[in-house]
């Protein structure tokens, strides 16, 4: 159990896998809210979701392959084919056959669903409106689907205490959407950023509240109550730890003072993951929350948050699944 | 079959039986499930008696020449646990291999239906043509009793030498045991020296509490683990003989 | 679930695997354990079988080795051997690794570079044995034979009579080395003083009690499998006690039913007192009482019974149990107690080995322990210590005029060192040269040998080996690239012994003798020939045939010759079943009861020899006259052992225990007038170890250990067995430890008096506090990549496994330490035993 059958090829798989299928989420979600004006207004957002969304999934799809034994020590070519046996049958009880269903389906609808944005001229009501508007409606359960099966995937195992847990799967999802939201931004803060001086500038002047592009705020917003999300699933995770018998202390002892995995859990995924990004949105969403004043925040600042968050989710991922091959069952 | 599952396995497994007659309408499922296990013929299993082990790692190498498992892993190994405060000390052994459970979650996790438990004998055995190696199993197998074969790249562990017992030999490890500790046989058949055996002593499985059912027993192991040391205050030092040195 | 297993076993294993067919539904329920078949499991295909004999341990277990296209896959024991019943250890099984290493030598090499450094050249078989012929032939024709120094390590049976008896003997050289003195030839010659022939057989399937002295029969004895697998039996079935004196918790003493932590070389003292409370409790009544007949315990040999016993209460009054407290640490009550237990427990078996016997005064030990199974009434009984019984074999004996042996005497250390050291003195033997005082043999040939690493004091080993101007010319005969082989001149390639033939006859442990015989299973690799066939080839080319061409050829011979193994078909059948035993014979106890019939005593050449009360034939002994036999006497006639008839007991003449070595008489002798002429006591006597005499605060003793899994020094290549076992950290009382500021896994030094390795600690209570042990395998620095991480010259790349060796990978256990390094050279005074395990040791951390 301290050597570890998956490594970073899982790791990656799990975080763009889960940050993927958030895109794809939280833009099907976006564009699905708007109806009129929402929709509309925020149709950017959802454009920056829908592209970026397939990428991180195909990605981490093809880590995945390349970590399958039949593909590291293949002998002849027709092993590097042999994962398609995954879709030569269904397997009820396997969380992975469903995964592989799951995320086949997932990897189709994301690209047809970002090939209708990908006209630049793309814009709500165009011929790909109904298309578009109908993977989207696919496209919210398939991408939640995707961001818990990772976390069933781990969790489906006694053997694994401590992925052997009903919050991880929860938590994989609250991470996934996060860093599928942190994805965005990124995207959006790259891409529009000629528009930045007058962005603010609009911001500054907008009469009222309902004038202004809340698209940021309204990503910061979600994004701060995702991450209050993620505390409260890492805290029952640990709670329930110290709640259940022998193994599961065991294991979560890892993540805890004198744990090897310590500092990287508390540091990386908690303060830096989680706690820096959650307090700098919250410096800037509660006077727009509170006081309805506009919401500015610096282009490098969203770029780091973003990256914190993304950083906090990948080293989420790497914590899980180390912590659980170097965990196992207490006693013979 | 359901009713005396330990209730972990059970609740999981019930749900997605029930999740998954609804999916796929397989609504005859749970009877077939009934049925196969009260019809099947064989039930292998293994009594290992540890009085009669004495470490000789016989049985680890018979393994290893018979499957030429490559270095670095091993389908049956021996661990030794040794504890106490000299000079009362005491050494055991603890022969090592899949335990064939009746309730196995590597063939439960398995994708791709590569891994599964023979119908009519109760041996776990994994179809190396269908594997792809995810590894999945691996991590399911509460007894570190598989591995990733660097020579096929596909899952591998013990299978109670299919290939031997189909002929109407023992498994290889059984029949070099120097102490005869190894008993194999058919627990359905109540003549069988295994069945005799199984009445008349007190046995133990490794790790009941992950509901697998094993059927490898065990008469006389020494359960103890690294961790009790501190517990009863004394010594206690596992060797696996493994490249896991720590017992998995 | 079920539903999709069943579906998945009708369809895609039948179609993929092909193995999985109807018959495992329709097969017989139970399964036998009967090997002898055996099959592929990626094919299913029958795998061809050869029966066929071990040689990973001089145990020698017939086994049968199967084959797939050509190529050794598997090795199982042979289930129709009265010795193993089809048992085969983990040893024996790793047998495939040897025949497959990819480190193995496979043609002649000569050396280019300078002694050791390494640089060889291929070289043809007629080139080396041209020169290597020419070479031993003008040692001949000069009259010098003797400077032809041949030493041996694993060689028996079949290829000791061929090499040893017929080429060496028509050659024409004493000067034969073996490597006894660093085994057991101390327990041996002990045998030898006591009851004439040496080896014992411990009847486990008939003893009620058995109790051990330092033998470690779970993991490694000469007779191994036949052996352990019985005692396991003995514990389990029938509930038999095993009580085991070790200064360590082997895996003999672990399942023990007690173990007994004594201080390390003071077994003697333990056994002595346990006479005592025999002798003082009365409790040899019975069968003890019975025995004494055939014991001689007073220098007179003709003592009544209530001498005998006197005699014996004299001697051990001194040692009592609370003496024997002071000097072992063992409780004096635990003692008593035990000495109780064995002593009214019949039949019960006492077993000792280098545990005991690898001391100083393992000699006396041996002969104690003799002395305390022979008052009990356990020797050569069913149940008890027996005398071995093994296959006479016959076999051509060569050319009949074979020239009087000359031989230099540097086998048996320098004159007066040990007092018989009846099988020599091995480690002395590159000490012997390096002195030069007693004469340098100018080729020194080794097979199957390693001076270097198997013996103490290795750096001297090394140096003297590598000197040119001590030894000319060194020939190495060796499937394997070992230490020694590193510094030879010739490296002639030997098969492994899964490709070479050979006839058996290890002793058995039920008393009857099994004949069998050893067959290729492959043909031998690369240009690797037997040195059977090697010496019959050097013999014609010396011109001096043997009168037979090949090994094999001996063997058939051999096979026709002896009268058992004829009857049933000879070689053919041999070839075919492996094995074989006279069918109902019945097995061989108490045979020194045997009466000589008076017509084999009162015979020509017969005498009565007065002193001792032996029969002997004095035209046997080589005298000229019978007035000279008997003015010199029996005991004092070179070699009249070898024409012992009998034994005068009362009013009979027994075989009694019948001398093989030494001129004792029959008797079996707890008094041994040899010994007290030779200066020693003549019965088993205390003698304390000098070293442990003026131990000092900070010393430790060092003992060394064998582990199951491993042989001796011929093993580390094997990958299956050093993948189990390669480390060897020395095992210490955390005790110890904490006193030295040392923690597990701690970098150590361990310093002696002849030198220091440096190892790592393994804290453990399995051992006694004031002893650390060592075992003896690893730290291996040639025999290939599995043994020491550095390929042969001849290596190849054809093993996958080689890029998988983890053990020697950074971070990970390494291939151990060597404790010979740091353990000298150092006989016991009688037999000239080795000490393995006298040596003093401090510790420190690095």
């Known amino acids: 159990m301290q050597e570890l059958t998956w490594g970073w090829p899982i790791i990656i798989y799990l975080f763009l896998a889960g940050m993927g299928a958030g895109a794809y989420t939280v833009s099907a979600s976006v564009l699905l809210r708007g109806g009129g004006g929402f929709g509309r207004k925020h149709f950017q957002l959802a454009r920056y979701g829908a592209l970026l969304a397939p990428i991180p999934i195909i990605i981490g799809t093809a880590f995945l392959i390349l970590e399958l034994g039949t593909f590291m020590y293949a002998t002849e070519a027709s092993m590097y084919f042999r994962w398609l046996n995954l879709f030569t049958t269904f397997e009820v009880l396997s969380p992975m056959s469903w995964g592989a269903w799951i995320l086949g389906l997932g990897i189709i609808a994301s690209v047809v669903y970002a090939y209708t944005f990908l006209k630049k001229e793309a814009a709500p009501g165009d011929e790909m409106s109904s298309l578009r508007r109908a993977l989207a409606w696919v496209g919210v359960p398939l991408g939640i689907a995707i961001g818990v099966y990772t976390g069933v995937l781990l969790g489906a195992m006694p053997s694994r205490p401590f992925w052997n847990t009903s919050i991880l799967p929860f938590l994989f999802l609250v991470s996934s959407l996060s860093t599928g939201a942190a994805g965005i931004t990124i995207l959006k803060a790259v891409f529009s950023s000629g528009d930045v001086e007058e962005k603010n500038a609009a911001m500054q002047t907008a009469k009222s509240a309902g004038e202004r592009d809340l698209s940021d705020y309204l990503l910061n917003v979600s994004d701060l109550l995702l991450l209050g999300l993620e505390v409260l699933g890492i805290f029952l995770l640990i709670l329930f730890a110290y709640m259940m018998y022998g193994d599961r202390v065991d294991a979560i002892a890892v993540i805890m003072p004198g744990g090897s995995l310590f500092s990287l859990f508390w540091w990386g995924v908690i303060v830096l993951g989680v706690l820096v990004p959650s307090v700098i949105e919250l410096k800037y969403t509660v006077p727009t929350l509170l006081h309805g004043r506009a919401f500015i925040m610096p282009r490098n600042l969203e770029l780091s948050l973003a990256t914190f968050i993304l950083l906090g989710g990948l080293m989420l991922r790497y914590v899980v699944v180390v912590a659980g091959q170097i965990t196992g069952p207490v006693g013979i | 079959m359901a009713s005396d599952s330990s209730k972990k396995t059970l609740s999981r497994r019930q749900f997605l039986k029930v999740g998954a007659a609804a999916a796929t309408t397989a609504a005859t499922l749970p009877a077939t499930v009934a049925s196969a296990t009260t019809k099947q013929s064989i039930h292998y299993a293994m009594v290992i008696d540890t009085r009669r082990c004495i470490g000789c790692h016989a049985c680890s190498v018979a393994c290893k020449t018979e499957f030429e498992v490559p270095l670095g892993e091993s389908r049956s190994w021996v661990e030794y646990v040794e504890k106490g405060i000299f000079p009362n000390v005491r050494r055991s052994f603890l022969p090592r291999l899949c335990n064939h459970c009746d309730e196995p979650d590597c063939v439960d996790v398995c994708p791709t239906g590569a891994t599964y438990k023979i119908a009519s004998n109760g041996i776990v055995d994994i179809t190396k043509d269908i594997c792809i190696g995810c590894g999945y199993c691996i991590q399911a197998c509460p007894y570190g009793a598989r591995f990733l074969n660097p020579e096929t790249g596909t899952a591998d562990k013990c299978n109670f030498c299919l290939h031997r017992v189909s002929e109407g030999l023992v498994p290889s490890c059984v029949n070099t045991c120097q102490g005869r500790a190894r008993i194999f046989g058919d627990i359905n058949d109540p003549d069988s020296e295994i069945s005799r055996v199984l009445a008349t002593n007190a046995v133990s499985v490794l790790r009941p509490e992950m509901g697998t059912k094993p059927n490898v027993f065990y008469i006389d192991a020494d359960h103890t683990d690294e961790r009790d040391a501190e517990r009863y205050n004394t010594y206690v030092r596992i060797d696996t003989h493994r490249r896991q040195k720590r017992r998995v | ?846």
């Open chain 3, 1 to 846: 679930m079920i539903n999709r297993r069943a579906f998945l076993k009708l369809g895609a294993i039948s179609a993929a695997t092909g193995l999985v067919t109807g018959s495992i539904l329709s097969q017989a329920r139970e399964l036998p354990h009967q090997g002898g078949r055996g099959f592929s499991p990626t094919t299913g295909q029958r795998r061809r079988s050869v029966p066929s004999t071990c040689y990973q341990c001089v145990t020698r277990c017939p086994n049968i080795i199967y084959t797939e296209n050509d190529r050794v896959v598997k090795v199982e024991g042979q289930p129709n051997s009265i010795r193993t019943e089809g048992v085969m250890c983990a040893k024996g099984q790793g047998a495939v690794n040897q025949v497959n290493d990819p480190d193995r030598v496979l043609y002649p090499m000569r050396r280019v570079g300078k002694r050791g450094e390494g640089k060889w050249k291929r070289v043809s078989w007629d080139e080396a044995l041209d020169e290597l012929a020419g070479r031993l032939k003008t040692l001949r024709d000069a009259g010098t034979p003797e400077k032809f120094m041949f030493q041996y390590g694993r060689m028996k049976a079949s290829t000791s009579k061929l090499v040893k008896s017929v080429f060496l003997g028509t050659y024409g050289t004493g000067t034969i080395g073996n490597h006894t003195s660093i085994c057991e030839g101390g327990k041996w010659t002990a045998h030898e003083l006591t009851w004439g022939g040496h080896y014992d057989n411990w009847d486990f399937d008939n003893t009620r009690y058995v109790l051990n002295f330092g033998s470690n029969v779970f993991e490694a004895h000469t007779n191994h499998i036949p052996t352990s697998p019985r005692l396991v039996r003995a514990m389990a079935e029938r509930g038999v006690k095993l009580v085991t004196f070790d200064v360590r918790l082997s895996n003999t003493a672990a399942k023990s039913d007690e173990w007994v932590p004594v201080k390390p070389g003071t077994d003697l003292a333990v056994i002595l007192a346990m006479c005592n409370v025999v002798m003082r409790e009365d409790l040899y009544e019975g069968p003890g009482e019975a025995f004494l007949k055939f014991v001689k315990v007073t220098r007179r040999h003709d003592a009544t019974l209530e001498e005998k016993i006197v005699a014996l209460k004299e001697h051990f009054a001194e040692y009592t149990p609370e003496w024997a407290e002071q000097q072992s640490g063992v409780p004096a009550v635990t003692i008593q107690r035990i000495a109780r237990e064995f002593a009214t427990t019949h039949p019960a078996c006492l077993m000792t080995y280098r545990g005991a016997v690898a001391h100083y005064n393992g000699n006396e030990a041996e002969r104690a322990a003799q002395t305390l199974a022979a008052i009990t009434g356990n020797i050569d009984n069913p149940g008890g210590r027996c005398k071995a019984v093994g296959a006479g074999w016959s076999y051509p004996h060569g050319p009949k005029n074979k020239p009087k042996s000359r031989k230099l005497k540097i086998i048996d250390g320098p004159p007066g060192l040990a007092a018989v050291p009846t099988h020599h003195m091995s480690h002395y033997v590159m000490k012997m040269i390096k002195d030069g005082s007693w004469g340098r043999p100018d080729v020194y040939m080794t097979y199957k040998y390693t001076p270097i690493y198997a013996n103490g004091e290795v750096a001297e080993n090394v140096e003297i080996l590598k000197d040119e101007s001590l030894i000319p010319f060194y020939v190495n005969i060796n499937p394997f690239y070992d230490e020694s082989a590193a510094l030879a001149d010739l490296i002639l390639p030997e098969p492994t012994f899964l490709e070479r033939w050979d006839w058996e006859d290890m002793v058995s442990p039920v008393q009857i003798p099994e004949y069998y015989i050893r067959q290729p299973a492959v043909k031998p690799l690369g240009e690797t020939r037997d040195f059977g066939d090697v010496v019959c080839d050097l013999a014609e080319r010396m011109g001096m045939p043997l009168g037979f061409k090949s090994k094999e050829e001996f063997v058939r011979l051999s096979c026709e010759m002896t009268p058992d193994v004829k009857a049933v078909g000879g070689f053919e059948y041999m070839k075919k079943n492996g094995v074989y035993h006279v069918p109902g014979s019945k097995p061989l106890y108490y045979s020194y009861t045997k009466e000589i019939p008076a017509g084999k005593y009162v015979a020509d050449g017969v005498i009565y020899d007065e002193d001792t009360g032996v029969y002997w034939n004095w035209k046997k002994a080589h005298h000229h006259s019978e007035s000279e036999a008997r003015a010199k006497g029996y005991a004092h006639t070179k070699k009249a052992f070898k024409a012992y008839v009998g034994q005068r007991i009362g009013d009979k003449v027994y075989q009694g225990f019948k001398p093989d070595a030494l001129n004792k008489s029959g008797y079996f002798e707890l008094y041994s007038n040899i010994l007290e002429e030779k200066g020693h006591k003549p019965r088993p006597t205390w003698m304390a170890i000098p070293e442990h005499e003026k131990m000092g605060p900070n010393d430790l003793y060092m003992t060394t250990y064998k582990v199951g899994v491993q042989i001796h020094s011929r093993s580390a290549n094997c990958k299956y067995l050093t993948e189990i076992y390669h480390d060897n950290p020395a095992w210490i009382n955390p005790k110890d430890a904490d006193k030295r500021g040392i923690s597990d896994g701690d970098a150590i030094r361990v310093k002696s008096p002849i030198g220091e390795v440096e190892t790592k600690a393994r804290l453990t209570e399995a051992i006694r506090p004031g002893v650390i042990a060592i075992s003896h395998h690893c730290g291996h620095w040639q025999y290939g990549r599995y043994a020491s991480g550095n390929k042969s010259p001849s290596g190849v790349d054809t093993d996958p496994d080689t890029k998988r060796i983890w053990w020697q990978e950074e971070g990970r256990d390494g291939k151990g330490v060597h404790p010979n390094w740091i353990i000298a050279n150092a006989p016991d005074p009688i037999n000239g035993q080795q000490r393995w395990m006298d040596t003093v040791v401090q510790i420190s951390k690095v």
